[in-house]
């Protein structure tokens, strides 16, 4: 599995990699270096990926492979409704993905990527971050 790269307030240079990136695919270029990358626009929007209960949850998928969402709460001693919610969100932003589900059968959570690489300049950001409380 590749590492997720998640970047903050980056938008513009991410926008400008991406449009030489498809002019260079257009030429016949070929990209199998490509890392997959989720640029959030604040520290708050950063804050929920990061969470402790997020990063636990991911740590627990990661070494016991729960078969259920049921079975993640289990681990991480927390709410089976918030695990829900916490581990949709993931999936919102392509960090895992479920498996089966359906017809009362149980949803999988599964990881994506073997990892990820936060990257958080600085300098540059153009005042585009909020931050976030602690």
Known sequence: MPTF???IGERDRL????RSRIKA????????????????ESY????RLLSPK?????????EHEPASIREAADLVDCDYKQVHRNLSELAD????EFEGGGSGKAKTPKLVYDGLEVDIPFTGSNGTTSTAAP
């Open 5 to 7: 790269k998640v970047t």
């Open 15 to 18: 926008d400008r990699r991406t």
């Open 25 to 40: 695919a257009q030429e016949g270029d070929n990209f199998e270096d490509v890392q997959p990358r989720l640029n959030f």
């Open 44 to 47: 708050d929007q950063l804050n």
């Open 54 to 62: 997020n990063l636990e949850l991911l740590e627990a998928i990661s």
């Open 93 to 96: 932003i392509g960090v895992l």
